[in-house]
């Protein structure tokens, strides 16, 4: 077919068309506009257990933006934090009794091969709270000259009516930002606090935990001030794209703002992308409750591009119920995907390729794009002519799933 000169600059475009996300601090789908290098940051995780669903399906998102803004022509700069030290995990290293440096490590090592396994993309770093510490007294201490600080009984809180923009990210009200800071490790109800939406950028330690020398006492920092040093000594004081899951909102990311931009007098993220939460048969899916699904379980009975795909049939941002079903099923479509691509070579161009890329474009709609594979692996099967399997191939690797 003959392309003329207005239909080649129409595909130009579109090729070079933003995608769009949902930026939480606008409450809107947004077209994204970034320049060639792309600074993303996301929440890991607190090492203290096993990968679980809620994990493969937050880090799976963020691995389908960087693969697409990779089609796009960008490079992405990821950066995934290890939170090793923190309210979490070490009391679960005292349950256990053993170093927490050694649990951490355990529970890395498991992590690091279930996202080689799911084939997510590597963090180009992976700073580790236990090793940024010099640079997050130097933050604290920029807060202290700043005047954003108060030290009570040895412990170092940050004023957030110093920061009159608090809560713009999760547009919560103070009472609701109240109730979920008491049920997300807050202390509101702490007669050191002056406000109770102030947070701990420095605690003094237990006899049994891990301290650090500093100038507010010997301690340890706090949860949500390690990820703003963290970021900032990887990627610069601004970044393009911060993710992590839903219920990182508030307090964590909200945190993270009041303190950066104190600090650096600048936004701290251009955007703020965030992934829903997993329940499991009806039920949130928690520790507590002892029904996490563990990736490394899954692994154990279908193939780890049947996890892909099978949560790439939910929406990133909305929260889902995954059902003991799914996992067969999704090995039953992987298979239809692998025997209708037959090993053919991928495509570079084609029909099926073009959707995959404007359903990625369209806030993430992986469903969509799950029915598309499996619709075209079917037109394969029933032998129509307008179906490619190198198409399918291109198509399925857009989205980190190898057929060949």
């Known amino acids: 077919m003959v392309m003329w000169p207005l239909q080649l600059l129409a595909e130009k475009v579109k090729r070079f068309m933003p995608m769009r996300l949902y930026d939480t601090a606008q409450a809107a789908v947004v077209d994204i506009q970034l320049n060639d290098h792309v600074r993303m940051y996301v929440c890991g995780i607190t090492p203290y257990d096993s990968t679980h669903l809620g994990h493969a399906a937050t880090y799976l998102s963020y691995d389908l933006i960087i693969r697409r803004l990779e089609d796009l022509g960008h490079t992405v700069q990821l950066v995934r934090n290890v939170t090793d030290v923190d309210d979490s995990i070490l009391p679960k290293a005292r349950e256990l009794g053993i170093d927490f440096l050694e649990l951490a490590e355990t529970e890395m090592n498991r992590f690091s091969q279930d996202m080689v396994a799911l084939n997510t993309r590597r963090a180009d770093s992976e700073p580790r709270a236990t090793e940024s510490i010099e640079g997050i007294v130097d933050l604290i201490s920029t807060l202290v000259d700043r005047g954003h600080t108060y030290t009570t009984e040895g412990t170092t809180y940050f004023d957030v009516t110093t920061f009159p923009a608090f809560g713009k990210l999760s547009h919560l009200t103070e009472q609701e930002m109240i109730a979920l800071a008491a049920e997300r490790g807050g202390r509101p109800d702490d007669p050191k606090q002056r406000n109770p939406l102030d947070f701990v950028l420095w605690q003094p330690s237990a006899d049994d935990e891990p301290s650090w020398d500093s100038p507010f006492g ?16 990887a990627l610069g004081p601004a970044l393009d794209i911060h993710g992590g899951g839903a219920d990182l909102i508030f307090p964590h990311h909200e945190c993270e703002i009041a303190q950066s931009e104190s ?43 049947a996890i892909r795909l099978a949560l790439m049939a939910h929406h990133y941002r909305s929260g889902f119920e995954w059902f003991d079903d799914e996992g067969p099923q999704a090995q039953r479509d992987l298979e239809r995907l692998v025997r209708s691509a037959g090993g053919a070579e991928p495509a570079k161009g084609g029909s099926l390729i073009d959707q995959v890329r404007d359903a990625l474009d369209d806030d993430l709609n992986t469903p969509l794009v799950h029915q598309l594979l499996l619709k075209e692996a079917q037109a394969i099967e029933k032998g129509e002519t307008s179906a490619s399997p190198g198409c399918l191939v291109a198509s399925a690797a857009l989205c980190g799933i190898e057929l060949r």
């Not at 010997?218 to 000594?233: F, K, N, V």
Request: a positive charge; proline letters at 5%.
């Open 218 to 233: 010997l301690g340890r920092p706090g949860w949500h001030i390690e990820c703003s040093a963290m970021s900032m000594s």
């Open 263 to 305: 600090a650096n007098g600048e936004p701290f993220s251009k955007y703020w992308v965030h992934a829903g939460l997993v329940a499991y048969q009806g039920t949130k899916m928690s520790k507590s409750l002892g029904n996490l699904v563990f990736v490394s379980d899954l692994r154990k009975t279908i193939d780890p591009r």
